[in-house]
């Protein structure tokens, strides 16, 4: 069975720092993950996806995360936080569905 | 343009009144899914579809229904729609049989039921 945890419900940074939200999560064979962002009262963009090829993913506006096997952790990073970046993130794990993590909230202090 | 579109956006009923939310998308996806989206519980998947006339419950599927005719519309039928299934309701679609590529999201449909 797959599963995901988001192990940040909220996260806050300082505008110019670094970002950090973490992800584990459970599959009985090798995953596909995704991380998606959802900023306020919009739909869900996708940031990133890992389908066994590298294990580090480039995403768009920055983003990017690490596939860790040994640690089953999917976290997703950037090096400088902008304004725009406040959004609810979410961590997707698929098997014959999609399980969507609970989401971690960014906010971004100027 | 290659999107997913709902309808309607936004949608206020009232108990046990029968209603749909209808899903279309142009880029010939064989997978699509609903999804209902409530504050701490990330997106839960209602039913999902691999293709045509096949349909598999998701993890809440209890109180709606789905259907696939045809490949590029998917709607969400509540048939007795209750207060609890006041939610922000997500569809969307991806390429592949199992849908393992990247989903395309619609806007969401808002629902109130009173």
């Known amino acids: 069975a797959q599963s995901v945890t988001q192990l940040d419900s909220h996260v806050s940074v300082s505008e110019g720092t670094p970002v950090l939200l973490r992800c584990n999560y459970s599959?009985?064979?090798?995953?596909?993950l995704f991380w998606y962002v959802q900023h306020p009262n919009k739909g869900l963009q996708l940031l990133l996806k890992?389908?066994?090829?590298?294990?580090l993913v480039k995403g768009i506006n920055g983003f990017e995360a690490e596939f860790k096997k040994s640690e089953t952790s999917f976290h997703l990073t950037k090096p400088s936080a902008h304004m725009s970046d406040a959004a609810e993130y979410f961590c997707?794990?698929?098997?014959?569905?999609?399980?969507f993590g609970t989401g971690t909230s960014l906010t971004v202090i100027p | 343009e290659a999107q997913v579109t709902q309808n309607p956006r936004y949608l206020i009923t009232v108990t046990g009144k029968k209603l749909t939310v209808t899903c279309s998308q142009n880029m010939n996806h064989e997978y699509m899914s609903w999804y209902r989206q409530d504050p701490g519980l990330g997106l839960r998947q209602i039913y999902y579809s691999m293709n045509v006339e096949v349909t598999d419950k998701g993890d809440v599927p209890e109180g709606y229904k789905v259907s696939r005719k045809e490949k590029r519309n998917f709607p969400l039928i509540l048939e007795s729609p209750s207060p609890n299934q006041t939610s922000l309701y997500f569809c969307?679609?991806?390429?592949?049989?199992?849908?393992?590529?990247?989903?395309?999201f619609g806007p969401g449909t808002r629902l109130t039921v009173l």
């Open positions: 997707v794990v698929t098997g014959n569905q999609f399980y």
């Open positions: 969307a679609s991806s390429a592949g049989r199992k849908g393992l590529g990247e989903q395309f």
């Open positions: 890992y389908t066994s090829a590298a294990t």
């Open positions: 599959s009985s064979y090798s995953p596909s």
